[in-house]
Nanobody, 120 residues
Framework: QVQLVESGGGLVQAGGSLRLSCAAS????????MGWYRQAPGKQREFVAS???????NYADSVKGRFTISRDNAKNTVYLQMNSLKSEDTAVYYC??????????????WGQGTQVTVSS
């Protein structure tokens, strides 16, 4: 049983910072890619950032220059440093690990979500 345990969400004023953490527990094999998605009320879940074992990163245009994704492979933990936060960053943030089931079907692993609220 593998679980993603998230922490670090909360309430912050516009222009402030938060650091989200997501730890994968019960992992036997190495995880190649870890990422973050977010979903605001009334909107679709959207991609935020991802990182590979080799350190390659990818960011949504809306967060480039403000957010930084990193990981500690020894701890199977991914972080999201969020700076210069805006009200439009308010959303539930989800940790994600792509994976396949034993039949080869897509079976992504999601965290429970952590609320980030940015006040004006």
């Amino acid at each position: 049983q593998v679980q993603l345990v998230e922490s670090g969400g909360g309430l912050v004023q516009a222009g402030g910072s938060l650091r989200l953490s997501c730890a994968a527990s019960g992992t036997i094999f190495s995880i190649n890619v870890m990422g973050w998605y977010r979903q605001a009320p009334g909107k679709q879940r959207e991609f935020v950032a991802s990182i590979t074992n080799s350190g390659s990163t990818n960011y949504a245009d809306s967060v480039k220059g403000r957010f930084t994704i990193s990981r500690d492979n020894a701890k199977n933990t991914v972080y999201l440093q969020m700076n210069s936060l805006k009200s439009e960053d308010t959303a539930v943030y989800y940790c994600n690990v792509p994976r396949r089931g034993f039949l080869g079907q897509s079976n992504p692993l999601w965290g429970q979500g952590t609320q980030v609220t940015v006040s004006s």
